[in-house]
């Protein structure tokens, strides 16, 4: 009820009030100063007697107050600025008394006006925190309160608990401090804990809230703090420097340093290097699948820069083709490239066929896969299907609809694969293999082209570990002596753009990666580059940990390019053929009809069984299938 009346309550009538409060503490005042200067009961009979100068003394203190504009200053706004405007009004009170005396012919020594001005200016300022408290009160009452720790009792939380004591939704209850020195202390009102006191404050004032006043902290030790106190039930917010929101230091978003994946290559980047292939593409039909993805983005990118007639991105997600599409409008210079999004899955062969005649395709650019180890690992029937079928119907579609070139993305993990992801992509080349044995001279050429892991995309390492860095770690490692080839996005897309010049048929194009990178140089790598230093045994007290979590099913330790043992040179140094054999025509019918008969009969143990007979090192996928990813 209090509550409901202090807020329904207009500013005019609170500024009414504190007025009034001004005007009643005069007599207060004039009573409390002439006790402190002794005789008081003979002063205070005097006063009485003397009853018309009390009023005209409080008459003037209002007037002063007015014009000085005290009832206008919010109780929650007070302070150094309005304590100086109370003591000037109690130095012109004081003043005023003793001219209304003297004028009056009240005799009255000096030390008695002293005291009154002293008395004022004290029960003013006492008067609006017990006031202000007051307020504070009632308003808690009303509002469901937030109680916060603040952890760090430096400057930034200091001058943090004086704007939060306005705040009548947040009470702070206490600082904590890493610093024993400030342990112990009282600072602004508030006891500084050490952070072991934690849980028993949380459980004694039933704290829901932690403010990182920590500034200066590194971001690694402020992400480790946000995930400790989150696991104690907290809700966890930083506060950045009061120097940083005026402006006078760097912002927080430009002190972050964004990871450029080229630069943990370890070779020189190869993209600038690559023929253009400008004339495969120019002025034709182009139709990319997966267009929405990490490598069918930059493909679209670097297809539209060579100036196509058409460009068709055909992708299975809604948000990913319609952010593609607007990137790609937005890109367009020549209004001559006509842009045709379409939804679809390459496993709807009807689709893919109409899409192609309608637009008179030329070449297609197949990038749609599923390709997160792990997840097709846990889910080999859909992986499968949307791999291998999907590139069948797909390269049966653009047979029949007269395409003049097919180029496949593949992966270093088709060669010899541990797991369901590399199969379905062996098998997915075979397919394109055995079409390209058959196809009639001036049909679709078909091609391949291999590479290893891509940095930047979607599910790679990089991403993964930069987002365990900014958050304190630990880096996830699966074995400490795994390697990989890498590469970077705009290296990929433009090497397939390249290929795709350089088929004949049947080809398989892999690009010269240099030495494989081994993974741990690569998460130390980053994490000394972001400015921290890594947690071992030789430096335990380093900012982020490297934890190693084992093989996961089907990943290998060591990756490789290329299935035999010869490779052939291209008309670009950095870009090799690999030269492999490649099943029958009729083997390849028999790995599909199984492949589609385990599909039938939701038989996984089948469709291991079959990449295990058909596909070259493939015997390694029929060990027992893992648990599914599990939730997070």
Known sequence: MMYRWVSLLPRRAKRGVLLCVDVALVPVAMALALILQGNAVGEIETVADHWLVLPVLMAIGGLLSSVLGLPSVQLKAYES???????????????????????????????????????????????????????????????????????????????????LRGDETVLPVAFIDDNPNSQGMIVQGLQVYPPMAIPKLIADHRIDRALLAMPSAPRARVAQLSRRLEDMGLEVQTVPSFAQLTGREAPLLEQLQPVVPGRFLRRAALDEDLPRAGATYASRVVMITGAGGSIGSELCRQVLSRKP??????????????????????????????????????????????????????????????????????NPLVGMSNNVLGTQALAHAAQMAGVDRFILISSDKAVRPTNIMGASKRLAEMVLQDMASRAKPGGTIFTMVRFGNVMGSSGSVIPLFQDQIQKGGPVTLTHQDVTRFFMTIPEAAALVLVAGGF?????????????????????????????????????????????????????????????????????????????EAHPSEIEVAAALKALRKALETDDETALRQLVARWVEGGDQVLRPVAAKIPEV
């Open 309 to 378: 007639a058409v460009l068709v991105l055909f992708e299975v997600s809604e948000l990913a083709l319609y952010t593609i599409d607007m990137e790609l409008r937005a890109l367009l210079r020549d209004t001559r490239v006509q842009i045709v999004p379409v939804l679809g899955s390459v496993t709807d062969e009807a689709a893919v066929l109409r899409t192609m005649t309608a637009h008179g395709v030329q070449v297609v650019l197949h990038a749609a896969a599923y390709k997160h180890v792990p997840l097709v690992e846990s």
């Open 81 to 163: 600025h309005a304590i100086a405007l109370t003591a000037g009004h109690a130095v012109l009170m004081g003043v005023s008394a003793a001219v209304i005396y003297d004028v009056a012919g009240f005799a009255a020594p000096l030390a008695s006006f002293i005291n009154f001005a002293l008395v004022y200016f004290l029960i003013s300022v006492a008067a609006r925190i017990a006031m202000l408290n007051l307020l504070m009160r009632i308003y808690r009452r009303g509002h469901n309160v937030s109680r916060v720790l603040i952890y760090g009792a430096g400057r930034t939380g200091r001058q943090l608990v004086a704007a």
């Open 503 to 579: 088929a004949q048929g049947g080809d398989v194009f892999v690009l010269d990666m240099g030495r494989a990178v081994r993974i741990h140089d690569l998460a130390v790598q980053m994490i000394e580059s972001a400015g921290y230093t890594v947690q071992d045994a030789a430096n335990p007290e380093g900012d982020i940990e490297i934890r190693v979590t084992g093989l996961r099913p089907g990943e290998k330790i060591h990756e490789e390019l290329l299935i035999g043992e010869g490779q052939l040179t291209t008309p670009h140094p950095k870009i090799l053929q690999a030269r």
